[in-house]
């Protein structure tokens, strides 16, 4: 007679869910991850968030077809009882199977190629206009150039840290150290922790960091609670000062992404001095010192104070694009309180993003953001084949009922203008005020 299979329930796996204690389920099998935690290339907080539950579809989401057969070192020896997927998820798999077996996830295209002579072609110029040029108009579009370097080095790091864009492991982290640490002064590693978390815990007012922007910004009324963000540790007061901002934060909006540069650089700077595990932290270190040297050596050679500032004021400006619009993406869409779910990760994924309508020609520019569901549904998946499975995606939302959310460029900017407006009013008419500070009471005062 063949040996009975041992099962825990659900309950009993909502048990191990702490750090020093992480199991998983995937199809129904149990695994024990707490060790592969401190290695796991995504870092161990992925594992932590979704610990304590059935993680199929997660797992298909983020790992190639090779992960599948290491995960038997990790298997407890139990199953899950009443294991059973959703209609949904049975769909969503089925997708991923298909467009793996077209060879979608492999193929490539040239866009790294492209990708990096655009960065090269935006360097050469923007130094050439400030060493070889004496127009005051040459150095303010050098800046611009350089915010643009930024952007497209923004997405060469966003495809390096999903799937590998060279022909190696090791050309690929040339790549991220290079168009990240070295050119843009942005930590890959911080990153990869922060952008991991992001897509696991996807629109979580306290898991999702995209979303805790306290005190400058809300996209929820439910933020005025003090929220404690379990990716920073910490709580998001909602105190006199953050209500002050918040309740003028649809007017703030552009003016803080013109410079939001700074809070990316200062985070690079904080997790790699912190006690934090960081791989390779010398590499990521070294290539923050070559931009911290390059960057300030080159706006030095600018003839006077004025057009010194006018550059650095440029190059932020426009690579201020970019961080609008990793809030458009999110900040209109749907938020939740509490841990990510496995069970009903497609649904998740669907409903806190938004996609915007471009034409073709413009993705270089987008990034592949443009195409953001795509993208959190199917993150390994090269920009380059985004717009090719969109059809199939919106055809998987109509058949189960789930909103398919697009807008255009303008548009989306009017949806983010107007949450962060419709939480602005609430932040003032909160019927049981917090104390207020006197600029708040001198700005507010009627009558």
């Not at 298909?98 to 050469?124: N, Q, R, V, Y």
């Not at 611009?144 to 492991?169: E, K, P």
């Not at 990510?340 to 649904?347: A, L």
Request: contains cysteine; hydrophobic residues 40%.
């Amino acid at each position: 007679m063949a040996e009975s299979r041992r099962c825990i329930s659900k309950a009993e796996l909502e048990n191990h869910k702490k750090p020093g204690d992480l199991w998983i389920a995937i199809h129904g099998k149990i695994y024990d991850v707490t060790e592969w935690s401190h290695d796991h290339p995504g870092g161990a907080l992925p594992l932590l968030n979704l610990a304590g539950q059935d993680a199929t579809d997660a797992f298909v989401a983020f790992h190639p077809g090779l992960a599948w057969q290491y995960l038997d070192k990790f298997f407890t020896g139990y199953y899950l009882k009443d294991y059973s997927v959703s209609e949904v998820s049975k769909d969503y798999r089925k997708l991923a199977a298909e467009f793996s077996k077209m060879g979608l996830f492999e193929k490539k295209g040239h866009g790294t190629c492209f990708s990096l002579c655009f960065i090269a072609l935006f360097f050469w110029v923007s130094v050439y206009g400030v060493l070889c040029c004496n127009s005051a108009w040459v150095h303010l579009c050098s800046g611009g150039l350089m915010g643009f370097l930024w952007i497209q080095s923004g997405w060469m790091g966003h495809d390096s840290g999903h799937y590998q864009v060279m022909s190696s492991r090791k050309f690929n982290r040339f790549a991220q150290i290079l168009t990240g640490n070295c050119l843009a002064g942005i930590s890959i590693g911080w990153w990869k922790w922060n952008h991991n978390a992001h897509h696991i815990a996807c629109n979580s007012l306290d898991f999702d960091p995209d979303l805790q922007h306290m005190p400058l910004f809300a996209v929820s009324s439910k933020l005025f609670n003090s929220l404690t963000s379990y990716f920073y540790e910490r709580k998001m007061n909602f105190d006199s000062v953050a209500r002050f901002l918040v309740s003028y934060q649809h007017w703030t909006f552009y003016p803080v992404m013109c410079f939001a540069r700074i809070n990316l650089f200062a985070q690079s700077f904080l997790l790699l001095f912190s006690k934090r595990k960081v791989p390779n932290r010398g590499q990521e270190i070294l290539g923050l010192l070559v931009f911290w040297t390059w960057y300030p050596l080159l706006v030095s050679c600018l003839p006077n104070w004025g057009e010194r500032l006018m550059f650095v004021v440029a190059s932020f400006v426009v690579t201020g694009i970019q961080h609008i619009q990793f809030c458009l993406n999110h900040f209109s869409s749907s938020v939740y309180v509490g841990p990510p779910s496995g069970n009903d990760w497609f649904e998740k994924q669907t409903d806190g993003t938004l996609d915007i309508l471009c034409s073709s020609w413009m993705d270089w520019f987008h990034g592949g953001l443009q195409f953001q569901i795509e993208h959190h549904l199917f993150p390994r998946m090269p920009r380059c084949h985004l717009r090719k499975i969109s059809p199939f995606v919106k055809e998987l939302c109509k058949k189960h009922n789930l909103l398919y959310n697009s807008a255009s460029f303008w548009k989306a900017n009017a949806m983010t203008i107007g949450t962060l407006r419709s939480a602005a009013l609430q932040a003032r008419d909160l019927s049981n005020p917090i104390p207020k500070n006197l600029v708040w009471e001198a700005v507010n005062t009627h009558g």
